[in-house]
C-alpha cells in the first residue's frame, strides 16, 4: 500500500505535468502521425473519468444532505453557503472589473489584431450563421424564474445522467437526501449503507483512474498543440492574456483559502490539490474532477466530509465560477471594442444575467455552446456578438483548460471555507 502511494504522488507531482506537457507538445511538432493511433486511448480514458464523476456526486450530496437533515443544521449550512457564495461572488468581480479597467479590456487592441479578426470573420460567415442558428448548439435559455426550475427538475434522472446533465442530477439528489434524511425509519435501514458502500468505491476507483493521468494530459496538450492556430491566437492575444492573468489570480486566491484554512504547509496542500488540477487540466472538464475534489479535501487536507460532500458539487456544478469570469470578461471586451459604455444598471444586468446563465445551461463547459450562453444578454445591453464569435470560439481550445480549473479550485476554496471541522490526525506528504 505504501508503494502504491507513492507512486500515485509520483504520477500527480507537477514535475509530472510538465513532463506530461513537453512530452505532448513534441509529439504534435515531431510524430503527428502517432496521434491518430493514441487517439482512442484518449477516448477511453476521459470517458472514464466522467463514467464515474456524476454517480459519485449523486452519492455524496445524498448522503451529506441526509445527514444535516438528521442533524437539524441543514438551515445553518445553506445559510452560511449563500453568505459565504455572494461575498466571493462580490470579490472576484471586483477583481474582474479592476482587471478590465487597468488593461482597458478590448479598447486596446492593435490595428494587426484588428486585421486579423477581420479576416478571420470574412472567411467563416457561414460558421458564424450556423453557429447562431444551430439548434443543437443553442438551447433556449430560461425567461423567468419558473422557466428556470422547470429545467433544472428532471423528468428521468436515468436519462439526466446518460446525457450529463448535472444540474438534474443535483436536484435530483438534494430532493433524495431530504427525503432520506425526513424519513426517521430509514436512519439504520439498509439503503444508507448501500449509498456509503458504493460512494467509497466509487472513490477508489477514481483513485485507479488517477494513475493515467499524466497519459490523459499528454494526449490533450498534443491535440491542442494540433489543432490551434496561430493566426487565432494572435488575433485575441490581449484578451487571452487578460483572462489567463484573471484566472491565475483567482486560483492562487483560491489555494490560499484552502492552505489558510487546512492548517497544513503550502507544500502539502498543493501536492494534495494535484490530482482534481491534472484531471480537469486533461479532461477539460471540472465535473469530472469532482470524485478527486472531494477526495482531496477529505482524505489529504482532513476537512469535514459532510460539509465537503455538500458544497463541492454545489460549486463546480451550479456556481461556475471560472465560466462566469470568462464570460463577464467577454462582455467587458465586446463593449470595449465597440467603445459602449456600461454603467451600474447595466453591470448589474451583466452579473444576473451571466449568473443565471452558467447556472441553467450547466452542460456548457466550453466552444460555441458557452460563448452562446450571454446571447440574451449582450442583447440586452446592445452589445453584438457576432463579429466576435468564431474568433472566440477558436481560442476556446487554450482557455478551456484553465476556466475549468479555475471553477474547480474556487469549488475547493469555498468548501474550505465552510468547513468547521477537521479530523485530528495529519497524513505523510505526497511525495512531489
Known amino acids: ?82 453568505t459565504a457564495v455572494w461575498t466571493r461572488l462580490f470579490l472576484i468581480f471586483v477583481i474582474i472589473f479592476l482587471t478590465a479597467f487597468v488593461f482597458e479590456t478590448g479598447q486596446n487592441v492593435s490595428d494587426a489584431n484588428l486585421r486579423r479578426m477581420g479576416s478571420l470573420i470574412n472567411q467563416t460567415d457561414n460558421l458564424t450563421m450556423d453557429l447562431m442558428v444551430n439548434s443543437d448548439i443553442v438551447q433556449p435559455n430560461p425567461t423567468g424564474l419558473l422557466d428556470f426550475v422547470a429545467t433544472i427538475v428532471p423528468d428521468n434522472i436515468f436519462e439526466a445522467l446518460n446525457e450529463s446533465v448535472s444540474i438534474q442530477v443535483v436536484s435530483f439528489a438534494l430532493l433524495f437526501g431530504l427525503a432520506l434524511g425526513w424519513a426517521k425509519s430509514l436512519e439504520n435501514a439498509v439503503l444508507p449503507t448501500v449509498l456509503e458502500r458504493t460512494y467509497q468505491t466509487m472513490s477508489q476507483l477514481t ?82 474532477a469532482i470524485p478527486s475534489s472531494i477526495t482531496a479535501l477529505n482524505n489529504s487536507l482532513r476537512f469535514d466530509r459532510s460539509t465537503v460532500d455538500l458544497v463541492i458539487p454545489l460549486a463546480i456544478t451550479i456556481l461556475r465560477m471560472g465560466s462566469f469570469v470568462y464570460l463577464v470578461q467577454v462582455t467587458f471586451f465586446i463593449a470595449g471594442l465597440y467603445d459602449i459604455p456600461l454603467g451600474l444598471g447595466k453591470l448589474i444586468i451583466m452579473i444576473v444575467g451571466i449568473g443565471l446563465g452558467t447556472t441553467a445551461t450547466s452542460t456548457a463547459t466550453g466552444g460555441d455552446d458557452l460563448i452562446l450562453v450571454i446571447l440574451p444578454v449582450l442583447s440586452f445591453l446592445g452589445l453584438p456578438l457576432e463579429a466576435v464569435i468564431v474568433p472566440l470560439v477558436a481560442i476556446d481550445l487554450i482557455l478551456q483548460p484553465l476556466r475549468e480549473l479555475t471553477t474547480v479550485h474556487a469549488g475547493m476554496a469555498l468548501t474550505a471555507l465552510m468547513s468547521t471541522t477537521k479530523l485530528p490526525s495529519q497524513p505523510s506528504p505526497k511525495p512531489s
Open 1 to 82: 500500500m505504501k508503494i502504491w502511494n507513492a507512486v500515485l504522488g509520483l504520477l500527480q507531482s507537477y514535475g509530472v505535468l510538465i513532463a506530461s506537457i513537453v512530452i505532448g507538445i513534441s509529439l504534435s511538432l515531431l510524430k503527428p502521425n502517432w496521434l491518430s493511433v493514441v487517439d482512442p486511448f484518449g477516448v477511453v480514458y476521459f470517458n472514464l473519468l466522467k463514467m464515474w464523476a456524476l454517480p459519485t456526486m449523486l452519492t455524496s450530496l445524498i448522503l451529506s444532505i441526509s445527514k444535516f437533515v438528521r442533524q437539524g443544521k441543514l438551515g445553518a449550512k445553506a445559510n452560511s453557503i449563500f
Open 207 to 288: 483513485g485507479w483512474i488517477g494513475v493515467l493521468v499524466p497519459f490523459g494530459l499528454c494526449i490533450q496538450v498534443a491535440d491542442l498543440a494540433r489543432d490551434g492556430k496561430l493566426d487565432n491566437l494572435l488575433a485575441l492575444a490581449d484578451f487571452i492574456v487578460i483572462v489567463c492573468v484573471l484566472f491565475i489570480l483567482i486560483s492562487v486566491f483560491s489555494i490560499g483559502i484552502i492552505w489558510q484554512r487546512s492548517g497544513f504547509s503550502l507544500p502539502f496542500v498543493l501536492s494534495s490539490l494535484g490530482e482534481p488540477s491534472l484531471l480537469v487540466l486533461s479532461s477539460q472538464d471540472a465535473v469530472s
